[in-house]
């Protein structure tokens, strides 16, 4: 039988009686959440949940918030929330879902996504890095780079090529790596705001159990779509309240300070505006689409969406502030945890807007995905589809 909005709150309220966020130790309370099935209630029974309508997570989430309950910072643990679980989920065995989950929920062990290659960014499929069967393990070596967040992960999810004699589509598989594990070699990428919290990511002889293998050898490439459709949504998809967001942060620098409209600005700020808000419903109706089943093409859309008006909004910031806009409060060499988009000045904003449509997918690469998955358009002549890998030109 489903739980109810209404058994849920009777649980929430037992759990806070026994678990008083005032003095229960922060890491304690969360993993006590994970373990009565109060963490992500669509999970199945005993990994944190208790298969429960996903549309019901708010009401557990807003209880918990209502009562000061610590959160389980979802911003430096997104990766893990929003590409390992689901594809751990699916397709993981018991023993990896049992292992993995709870850690990764409680943020006691942080992700990362080892994914794009200097020789193959936005065409994940050319991929190189080797990973070699060695009995029980896997000898993996190559070079990953654009990992955010590398240098505080325990763990990463990683494609790898296993068959060089098939196309490129065939012939990979996708491991859980130990970010800890000897071979591994972070170094950080310096971005064009000063700070680095990307990094490249050297893999030179790592030895990966095939324990921690996820899903059929050779079948990377379909457990990595879970992974991809899951990261679009995760990036596009995150819905704000009503002008959260950048759109509110340029909005209320117009209405504090009136010395600085003109009209052309006025209009350009209304449709930023509506745009916003068109993104915001969007994002809501993908949202309720996710609770009947897996995600699909259309959090492309979203992904492309919320780069274009990201951009948009920080380059009419600049402009609607002038000098002023153009000030940068410190280029010291930083490696963030997270991206600090409100909590800086304008400047540092429209710098880092611009990854937004190279990060998580870049717009030429998800235009194709809706031409072809959502709209149904023919698809784009590719004429390495049956070349093996090894025979392809690089």
């Known amino acids: 039988m489903t739980v109810t909005a209404e058994e849920l709150t009777g649980q929430v309220t037992e759990f806070l009686a026994a678990h008083d966020p005032k003095t229960t130790d922060r890491m304690e309370f969360l993993r006590a959440r994970y373990d009565a099935g109060l963490a992500w209630i669509h999970f199945p ?12 997570q708010s ?30 989920l699916a397709f993981g065995t018991p023993e990896q879902r ?11 062990e942080v992700w990362c996504q080892l994914f794009s290659e200097p020789g193959a960014g936005s065409d994940l499929a050319a991929l190189g890095t080797r990973a070699v069967r060695d009995g029980d393990d896997w000898i993996v070596t190559g070079q990953k780079v654009w990992t955010s967040g590398a240098h505080e992960s325990q763990w990463a999810i990683l494609v790898t090529r ?7 589509h065939q012939g990979m598989t996708y491991f859980m790596c130990d970010m800890t594990a000897p071979g591994v070699e972070v170094r950080p990428l310096r971005q064009i705001t000063g ?12 030895r990966i159990p095939d324990t921690q293998r996820l899903g059929a050898v050779g079948e990377g490439w379909k457990v990595a779509q879970t992974t991809l459709m899951n990261e679009r ?10 002008e959260g967001g950048l759109v509110g942060i340029v909005a209320k620098t117009w ?16 449709q930023r505006w509506v745009e916003a808000e068109s993104l915001r419903l969007a994002g809501t109706r993908l949202r309720q689409q996710l609770t009947a089943g897996a995600p699909g093409p259309e959090g ?8 274009e008006l990201n951009q948009a909004l920080t380059g009419l910031e600049v402009e609607l502030l002038g000098e002023e806009g153009l000030a940068y409060d410190d280029w010291s060499f930083r490696r963030p945890a997270i991206v600090d988009f409100t909590g800086r000045e304008a400047g540092y904003r429209y710098l880092r807007a611009k990854g937004n449509s190279i990060e998580g997918g870049t717009s030429e690469v998800l235009r194709n995905i809706i031409a072809e998955r959502v709209l149904g358009l023919p698809s784009e002549p590719r004429v390495d589809k049956d070349v093996a890998w090894k025979d392809l030109p690089r």
């Not at 944190?48 to 996903?54: K, L």
């Not at 989430?61 to 689901?86: E, V």
């Not at 995760?234 to 009503?242: D, E, F, N, S, Y």
């Open 300 to 307: 492309s859309a979203m992904k492309v969406a919320f780069s």
């Open 45 to 56: 029974a005993g990994l944190g949940g208790q298969d429960a309508p996903r549309a019901l």
């Open 255 to 270: 209405r504090e300070r009136p010395e600085l409209r003109t009209p052309e600005l006025r209009d350009r700020l209304v």
């Open 233 to 242: 949504v995760a990036i596009g998809g995150h819905v704000q309240p009503r």
């Open 59 to 88: 009401v557990v989430d807003g209880l918990f918030a209502d009562a000061g309950a610590p959160d389980n910072n979802p911003r430096r643990i997104g990766i893990g929330l929003g590409m390992a679980a689901p594809t751990i």
């Open 162 to 168: 296993t068959d060089p004699d098939v196309p490129k």
């Open 195 to 206: 700070e680095a919290e990307f990094n490249e990511v050297f893999l030179t002889e790592v």
């Open 98 to 108: 049992e292992r993995f989950l709870r850690p990764l929920w409680t943020g006691d």
